[in-house]
């Protein structure tokens, strides 16, 4: 562990945009090609129009945060700062973030990650069924309502 420090989680909003694009921008896997791709402007959309997102913070520092975007019905963004990485940060965040979603809709859920990576072994610890390879190369997942509520029962 790396600090001694409490993770704190909370709803996310405007403010913490600057903190979500620096972790967004530490990860190593999931890069962006140009980081000029995802702007504050798109950040706040997802955040207060098409969805919402959650931050963790360690001493009053974005480390880790998670969107969900109810508009197309999937998983926008989950990243964690690499030096917090296998602290539970990221399975927290998405426990979070799918209790919200499917309280919003029963509507399956889906996402999308590069094949071969620590994301797409993740997803598959969390129940996401792995609906094989798309055309833009990377692996769709998938979460129905009713695999959800059978994993995490209220």
Same mark, same amino acid.
């Given at each position: 562990? #790396?600090?001694?420090?409490? +993770?704190?989680?909370?709803?996310?909003?405007?403010?913490?945009?600057?903190?979500?694009?620096?972790?967004?921008?530490?990860?190593?896997?999931?890069?962006?090609?140009?980081? *000029?791709?995802?702007?504050? *402007?798109?950040?706040? #959309?997802?955040?207060?129009?098409?969805?919402?997102?959650?931050?963790?913070?360690i001493n009053?520092?974005?480390?880790?945060?998670?969107?969900?975007?109810?508009?197309? #019905?999937?998983? &926008?963004?989950?990243?964690?700062? +690499?030096?917090?990485?296998?602290?539970?940060?990221?399975?927290?965040?998405?426990?979070l973030m799918?209790? &919200?979603?499917?309280?919003?809709?029963?509507?399956?859920? &889906?996402?999308?990650?590069? +094949?071969?990576?620590?994301?797409?072994?993740?997803?598959?610890?969390?129940?996401?069924?792995?609906?094989?390879?798309?055309?833009?190369?990377?692996?769709?997942?998938?979460?129905?309502?009713?695999? &959800?509520?059978?994993? #995490? +029962?209220?």
């Open positions: 562990m #790396h600090t001694t420090a409490t +993770p704190l989680y909370r709803v996310a909003t405007s403010n913490d945009i600057p903190g979500i694009q620096i972790v967004r921008h530490l990860v190593k896997e999931n890069t962006l090609s140009n980081p *000029a791709l995802v702007t504050d *402007a798109d950040c706040s #959309h997802y955040l207060n129009k098409r969805g919402r997102g959650w931050v963790c913070t009053n520092r974005v480390v880790g945060f998670a969107i969900a975007d109810l508009a197309d #019905h999937n998983i &926008w963004a989950l990243f964690i700062d +690499p030096v917090y990485e296998n602290q539970g940060i990221g399975k927290e965040l998405h426990r799918l209790d &919200w979603y499917f309280d919003q809709t029963t509507t399956t859920v &889906w996402l999308g990650t590069a +094949p071969g990576t620590r994301a797409e072994k993740f997803y598959t610890l969390q129940g996401w069924l792995n609906m094989g390879l798309q055309p833009n190369g990377e692996l769709r997942f998938e979460l129905p309502y009713a695999k &959800w509520k059978a994993i #995490h +029962p209220e």
